[in-house]
């Protein structure tokens, strides 16, 4: 089959690897792509600032058989509406089903009809309403979460536990590019408990389960410092109870699926669900309807089927068997680590330095247990190309144990690092769970 990828960061550099891979993919195309995709397929040929409908009329004419989009805002946009309506197989859901990730408000109000379990919340539309209602849970709770309901690249939430949290919190959300994201604001309760994420692909036939990873969403080490997009992960998940996909699927995700069918709104794509495990079990935190940045760069080493295959079955293209997950199986497949290397000024932008070359050789990946995946990368020269700006690459390990993917990909880490000032990456991604993995 010939398949064209689209997005351009570490996901997709992964998903690109991933795809490359499968059994089923003879050719792969990728748009608008990165450099360090190079390694894995071709770029389409389609000027990077084509439309959604250009680009869908260009792979009709190169009989390309499915599609998959990577990020949100393609989604968010309809880029999945007009594959459907020019007949051409996508793997990404329709902007229906996108508006979980592009509107909390919209994935709240679905959560509160299929009774999903998640935080108390109230909708907020000015600034003066949201510091009044963060004000009243932060006295009544101790804490309260603000959420900017439209998309902020994972850096419009703001977790508070005093008021000048609150007070930094409506400045970011009023007062920056964040505003048009911030038109509605969703004022929530603190959850208790574990973070962890969930991902599976959806489509046709049963929900193809690629598992738990959990991603270190604060800058820097011990989880201080802003939120970002993600700055490390790992996966599987020791500490979860027995059982911990089933409980996700029942109380969230065919509740989900439910009410979206209710509503006439099909999903096929990746659903990515953001959950804090408190002691009464899952309640969620967020949806995204794709692959996690950086959970799919780790999940691509953990998860060893051919996604290939499992994206083609859930668009009913191929059908297979014997591919089903099971979580004794996830976690007797090893550990897989992944560390996100960011620019100096990550992640708002401020105090960037000179950025390093990195050899085009490094994010060939020829060793299915250590691969480097790049998101913010330039061609500098055929020889020699340079790191941009923000999440720069990962560095993602496959062993038998956390503790030796951890030491495999800190050392990669290390030695990429040496010719790069001011280079941000966190160093206890996965230290904690390594002892809990060593204990159970
Ligand atoms: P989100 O973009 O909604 O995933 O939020 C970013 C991060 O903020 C999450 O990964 C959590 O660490 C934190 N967060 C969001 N909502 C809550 C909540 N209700 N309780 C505690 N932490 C939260
Ligand atoms: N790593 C978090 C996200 O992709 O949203």
């Not at 309760?189 to 193809?208: A, D, H, I, N």
């Not at 992944?338 to 708002?348: H, K, Q």
């Not at 790049?374 to 038998?400: D, I, N």
């Not at 990909?409 to 030695?415: D, I, P, T």
Request: aromatic share 8%.
């Amino acid at each position: 089959m010939r398949v064209l990828l689209v997005g351009s960061g570490g996901r997709e550099h992964a998903l690109a690897w991933k795809l490359s891979r499968s059994e089923v993919v003879d050719d792969l195309l990728f748009w608008p792509g990165g450099v360090s995709m190079s390694h894995c397929g071709e770029k389409l040929p389609l000027a990077s600032d084509s439309s959604w409908s250009e680009l869908v009329k260009e792979s009709i004419s190169r009989k390309v058989d499915y599609i998959v989009v990577g990020p949100e805002q393609p989604l968010a946009e309809g880029l999945a509406d007009l594959c459907k309506e020019a007949g051409l197989p996508v793997f990404g859901p329709e902007s229906a089903a996108a508006e979980l990730e592009s509107s909390k408000v919209f994935a709240k109000e679905v959560m509160a009809a299929a009774n999903i379990p998640t935080a108390a919340w109230v909708k907020v539309e000015d600034r003066e309403s949201c510091r009044r209602e963060a004000l009243k849970m932060l006295n009544e709770k101790g804490g309260v979460v603000l959420k900017a309901s439209g998309l902020a690249g994972g850096k419009g939430v703001f977790v508070c536990f005093r008021s000048e949290d609150v007070e930094n919190g409506l400045k970011r959300l009023y007062e920056t590019s964040m505003k048009g994201a911030a038109a509605s604001v969703v004022v929530e309760e603190v959850l208790q408990g574990r973070e962890c994420s969930f991902f599976t692909f959806l489509g046709k036939g049963k929900p193809g389960t690629l598992g738990f990873a959990v991603d270190f969403k604060r800058l820097g080490d011990g989880d201080q410092g802003p939120n970002t997009g993600g700055m490390g992960c790992y996966s599987p998940v020791p500490w979860l109870p027995q059982g911990a996909a089933d409980l996700v699927n029942t109380r969230i995700v065919f509740p989900l699926i439910a009410e979206l069918k209710r509503r006439n709104i099909e999903y096929i794509g990746c659903l990515y669900v953001g959950i804090m495990w408190s002691e009464e079990g899952p309640k969620v935190v967020e949806f995204n309807v794709r692959l996690g940045d950086p959970e799919a760069q780790v999940l691509a080493l953990q998860d060893r089927r051919d996604w290939g295959k499992l994206i083609a079955d859930r668009l009913g293209l191929t059908q297979s068997n014997g591919e089903d997950f099971s979580e004794v199986q996830q976690l007797d497949q090893g550990r897989s680590v992944a560390i996100v290397m960011a620019s100096a000024g990550y992640p708002y932008g401020e105090g960037e330095t000179v950025a390093p070359k990195l050899s085009p050789e490094i994010f060939k990946n020829d060793d299915p247990r250590l691969c480097i995946f790049g998101a913010s990368v330039k061609e500098h020269s055929a020889e020699s190309w340079q790191a941009g700006t923000g999440r720069v690459l990962s560095v993602v390990c496959h062993r038998e144990d956390l503790e030796g993917a951890r030491m495999a990909a800190y050392e990669q880490v290390e030695s990429i690092a040496q010719k790069w000032d001011g280079v941000r990456y966190r160093k206890d991604i996965g230290l904690k769970a390594t002892q809990e993995d060593l204990e159970n």
